[in-house]
């Protein structure tokens, strides 16, 4: 491991997926080739427009502006699309004191190399005007306020004016950029009746757009309707038919940044003048000319290896994809990845996840292609000396934020062929749905294990509510008896001081003192029986101790505790549970399982109580260890009620206090603890009976007695 402190050029850009980009840092690869700078590109999205939102991006510029790079390369014109140049601006300020230069539209104090979009496609317009003179025209522009579209159209305006017509002939339909966009403008333009024979577009994705559009309305271009677009992207000629365009020159703007950031870098306090690179109209067929020659063969065979290299490629990615999506550890997936990373040329790959211990303290773990990784803490992020190579035309460095929605999980860092670099973005998408998908899951299992967690105390509230009403009666009467005695006592006491007591007012206090003190001791005992079994009941619900003990007994202690939920019902508790059944398990569970059992009884079964009838529990052996059997004829369930009934939240009784945790417990503690099964029958109307049984596995006998004991690992 080594940290990025010197002579490091940090380049941001918003995606790697489009052509502009990826030709723009082709250009910055390639003024930095014969460089021993090294490079590093972070692909970010565009930035928001809400202040809200950009501040939750900032996390990764912090971590960029620890890595103290020597100069920074922004690509302003792709960042700040959605939101302008403001929120760029607010993310520039950040590297304050770093060199920086921007490529797009001007910023302020920096050193700006920008796109002349006013010449390509002035002297592309001056063609059309002066071929269609009485034409009438369209311009299809791009978002509300974006500079580049502007410009664009004053070029259009100022060959039109040149030709002595005026600007004002020419309509206008605001679009935003996109295919789709064009599409809906023209369809709804060409349904109202409206005409024009030559539509100039702002971007060639609009241009597209317009296409499909005249396709589908029949309309032959260039036939009937001329179409220009603006960037020249690789479907341009693709197009069919082929899209006249201006070029957008990204890859000598690219290169031309680098240069510009070498002479920082060489010099950085001086303050360098913006450059401008020029577009060049490239004409194609959409406006009736004729496409630059190729010759069949080299033009099919081109298009063979190209279909070949794609084909390949995009095997390879699903394979990749296909492991992202499976359900296995992170470490695994990438040591699964790594043969078909290598196809896909990509040298290096990891994962810098953050991770929040419990001790507050916030850190990044790493995860490699070899499944292995250190920790490193949040305010000193590093990378692999491996890295940090100096880049060239064949190699880049990338980082890619893992995030989603509002969530920032880390950071991919990879090592690749410039061809792989789209890819490493999408897979740093993917992986942030997986984490995303991850922490819900563990997010879900929080809540379910503090819901389960509340159900159990409230089972246990339950117990001590009934210790205490159970406690009274024989505390009561004990009091009371105590309280006879101490007055007998003190009339005795009185009759001696006066020598007024008989023996027969003595042989009277005897027989009453011994009656009080019988009174005294059968209700403290009561007391200290009741006492007793709760507590034992409540440690074992609350405590995960495995022990010995007689199943039968403990059920009956369980129940002491739970019998007064019957009173003021017309329900009746009949317990018949076989002696001798000895097992070595958890009695919390045990009790839990039970508690439940039978509070489900009587809540669902009988409405709480309102209804009359029975809850039997029964215990006994049986050749493969024991059943424990709970039945009740109260409501029963219907079919679909059954089938649900140990899903987590599923309850008959919503709103009316029901959680739909009880049966789910009661399923997790039988088949995750105790490893005992559970059938269970039911039908409307007809009762609800429930069997528990050990699972077989886990069953060892000895002479008079059935121990249960989970086998050794």
């Keep these: 491991m080594f940290s990025l402190t010197d002579k490091i050029a940090l380049v941001l850009v918003p995606t790697f997926i489009h052509t502009i980009e990826q030709r723009i840092c082709s250009g910055i690869a390639e003024a930095f080739s014969d460089q021993a700078i090294r490079v590093i590109f972070a692909p970010l999205q565009y930035l928001p427009e809400s202040a809200a939102q950009l501040d939750r991006c900032l996390w990764i510029h912090h971590q960029f502006r620890a890595l103290q790079p020597s100069v920074l390369i922004g690509y302003g014109g792709g960042l700040g699309y959605v939101s302008g140049n403001g929120s760029y601006e607010k993310i520039l300020a950040l590297y304050q004191g770093i060199p920086i230069v921007n490529i797009g539209s001007a910023v302020p104090d920096v050193a700006n190399v920008l796109v002349d979009n006013f010449d390509g ?69 060409l349904a109202a009746g409206s005409w024009a024979d030559v539509i100039v577009c702002g971007n060639d994705l609009s241009a597209k757009g317009v296409l499909d559009s005249l396709k589908a309305h029949g309309i032959e271009c260039p036939g009937q309707c001329w179409v220009t677009g603006y960037d020249d992207f690789e479907y341009a000629a693709a197009m069919l038919p082929g899209l006249t365009t201006v070029h957008f020159p990204a890859k000598a703007l690219g290169k031309l940044a680098g240069e510009q950031a070498l002479a920082l870098l060489v010099k950085p306090s001086q303050r360098l003048v913006d450059r401008v690179v020029k577009g060049a109209p ?67 790959l990891s994962l810098f996840l953050l991770t929040h211990p419990e001790d507050g303290s916030r850190f990044f773990s790493e995860i490699n292609l070899a499944g292995q990784g250190t920790n490193t803490p949040y305010a000193q992020p590093m990378i692999p000396l491996s890295f940090l190579e100096p880049v060239s035309s064949g190699n880049y460095s990338l980082i890619c934020t893992l995030e989603f929605d509002d969530e920032h999980f880390g950071y991919m860092v990879a090592s690749c062929a410039p061809d792989a670099a789209e890819f490493i973005e999408v897979i740093g998408v993917q992986l942030s749905e997986v984490l995303h998908a991850d922490a819900l899951v563990r997010t879900s299992e929080h809540y379910r294990q503090l819901n389960e967690m509340n159900a159990r105390m409230a089972s246990l509230g339950s117990l001590v509510s009934g210790v205490a009403h159970e406690i009274n009666t024989p505390i009561g009467t004990g009091k009371l008896a105590a309280s006879s005695l101490l007055t007998a006592t003190h009339a005795l006491q009185t009759q001696i001081s006066n020598n007024s007591m008989t023996r027969s007012n ?63 019902t017309q329900v009746e508790l009949i317990t018949d549970f076989e002696s001798g059944i000895v097992v070595d398990t958890y009695p919390g569970a045990v009790a839990q399982v039970v508690t439940n059992l039978f509070m489900n009884a009587l809540v669902h079964g009988f409405d709480d109580g309102e209804l009359a009838g029975t809850i039997e529990m029964r215990l006994k052996k049986t050749r493969s260890g024991f059943e424990l059997s709970t039945q009740d004829n109260g409501k029963g369930a219907n079919a679909a009620t059954v089938k649900q009934i140990f899903d987590p939240f599923f309850t008959t009784t919503r709103g009316k206090g029901g959680s739909g945790l009880g049966m789910h417990i009661v399923y997790n503690l039988l088949s995750q603890k105790l490893f005992w099964t559970i059938e269970v029958q039911s039908a409307q109307g007809n009762g609800f009976r429930a069997l528990l049984k050990p699972a077989a596995r886990h069953q060892s006998f000895e002479a008079g007695s059935i121990d249960l004991v989970e086998p050794k690992s």
């Design 506 to 568: 003595f042989d009277a206090y005897l027989t009453d003192a011994i009656e009080y003190a019988e009174i005294i001791f059968q209700s403290l005992s009561r007391a200290a029986n009741l006492i007793s079994n709760f507590k034992l009941v409540s440690v074992d619900q609350t405590g995960e101790a495995k022990r010995i003990f007689d199943l039968g007994d403990y059920l009956t202690s369980v129940l002491v505790s739970l019998r007064h939920q019957l009173k003021g």
């Design 121 to 189: 496609m002035y002297e592309l317009m001056v063609d059309i005007v002066a071929r269609r003179s009485t034409a009438r025209f369209l311009y299809l522009s791009g978002p509300v306020g974006n500079v580049d579209s502007q410009i664009r159209q004053h070029a259009l305006y100022r060959a039109f004016e040149e030709s002595g017509r005026s600007s004002t002939d020419i309509e206008v339909l605001v679009g935003n950029f996109t295919t789709f966009a064009a599409r809906t403008l023209i369809d709804a333009y």
């Design 282 to 348: 490239v004409f194609r067929e959409t406006t009736d000319n004729s496409p630059p020659t190729v010759s069949n063969h080299d033009q099919n065979l081109s298009e063979q290896w190209a279909l070949i290299y794609q084909r390949d490629n995009k095997s390879r990615k699903l394979d990749l994809l296909r492991l992202l999506k499976a359900q296995v550890p992170l470490a695994e997936v990438m040591v699964s990845a790594k043969a078909p990373l290598a196809e896909l040329e990509v040298d290096q």
